[in-house]
Nanobody, 123 residues
Framework: QVQLVESGGGLVQAGGSLRLSCAASGGTFSRSAMGWFRQAPGKEREFVAAINWRGSSTYYADAVKGRFTISRDNAKNTVYLQMNSLKPEDTAVYYC????????????????WGQGTQVTVSS
């Protein structure tokens, strides 16, 4: 059973930065792609970024491209999301997820999820 624990969320002013972390246990983290998603109040959960198991390929939603960077440390079983130039519209609960199969941008392609961490960006 895979367990994912996110951390690093908080309140930040527009233009600021945060780094989210997701620690994994109980699975083959070093052989699995990982993803970050977010869900704002009243909206569906949406794809933010993903990274392959080696860290050599990354994928981003258009809304965050150029501002967010996903990375991983397989020795620490941890995936990160560096978020720069934050905007109020980035406010959401951010989730990391363990990739299973299929389209990397789709929520249904991931079979384990963390509990989420709140990110709030004030204007």
């Amino acid at each position: 059973q895979v367990q994912l624990v996110e951390s690093g969320g908080g309140l930040v002013q527009a233009g600021g930065s945060l780094r989210l972390s997701c620690a994994a246990s109980g699975g083959t983290f070093s052989r699995s792609a990982m993803g970050w998603f977010r869900q704002a109040p009243g909206k569906e959960r949406e794809f933010v970024a993903a990274i392959n198991w080696r860290g050599s390929s990354t994928y981003y939603a258009d809304a965050v491209k150029g501002r967010f960077t996903i990375s991983r440390d397989n020795a620490k079983n941890t995936v990160y999301l560096q978020m720069n130039s934050l905007k109020p519209e980035d406010t959401a609960v951010y989730y990391c997820a363990f990739y299973a199969s299929g389209y990397v941008y789709a929520t249904k392609s991931y079979d384990y999820w963390g509990q989420g961490t709140q990110v709030t960006v004030s204007s």
